[in-house]
C-alpha cells in the first residue's frame, strides 16, 4: 500500500492541525493505520492508531485529550486531528500502516510494513 501524508505546518502554541493520510493499492479497511513522529535527534515515537474499523484506538500519553485518530474506509484516508498544540509537538509525522500487528504491539515503529513520506509539523511558543 502507498501512502501520501499531508497537513503540516506551522502553528502557534494552542492551535490546531490537522493530518491527512491517504493510501492506495490495497484494501485499505484490512490495515491497522497509525501516526509517529520523529524530533531531529530523537527515535520516532508512537502518537496513535486506529484498528481496522475504526471501533479501537489507541494513544500516547503525551497526546492523550488532545489528538484524536480517526479513519474514512469509503475515502481510504486516516486523519490525525491535533489541538491545543505544544512546541514539543514539533517533529516530522509519519503515518504507518500493517495488516496484522496485535493491540500490544502497535505502538513498535520497527514492525510497520508501510510508511508516509512524513509532514513537518512545527509549533511556535
Known amino acids: 500500500v502507498q501512502l501520501q501524508a499531508s497537513g503540516g505546518g506551522l502553528v502557534q502554541a494552542g492551535g490546531s492541525l490537522r493530518l491527512s493520510c491517504a493510501a492506495s493499492?490495497?484494501?485499505?479497511?484490512?490495515?491497522?493505520m497509525s501516526w509517529f513522529r520523529q524530533a531531529p535527534g530523537k527515535e520516532r515515537e508512537f502518537v496513535a492508531a486506529?484498528?481496522?474499523?475504526?471501533?479501537?484506538?489507541t494513544y500516547a500519553d503525551s497526546v492523550k485529550g488532545r489528538f484524536t485518530i480517526s479513519r474514512d474506509n469509503a475515502k481510504n484516508t486516516v486523519y490525525l486531528q491535533m489541538n491545543s498544540l505544544k512546541p514539543e509537538d514539533t517533529a516530522v509525522y509519519y503515518c504507518?500502516?500493517?495488516?496484522?500487528?496485535?493491540?500490544?504491539?502497535?505502538?513498535?515503529?520497527?514492525?510497520?510494513?508501510?510508511w508516509g513520506q512524513g509532514t513537518q509539523v512545527t509549533v511556535s511558543s
Open positions: 486506529i484498528r481496522r474499523s475504526g471501533g479501537s484506538t
Open positions: 493499492g490495497r484494501t485499505f479497511s484490512n490495515y491497522v
Open positions: 504507518a500502516a500493517d495488516r496484522s500487528l496485535i493491540t500490544t504491539a502497535q505502538s513498535d515503529y520497527r514492525l510497520y510494513d508501510y
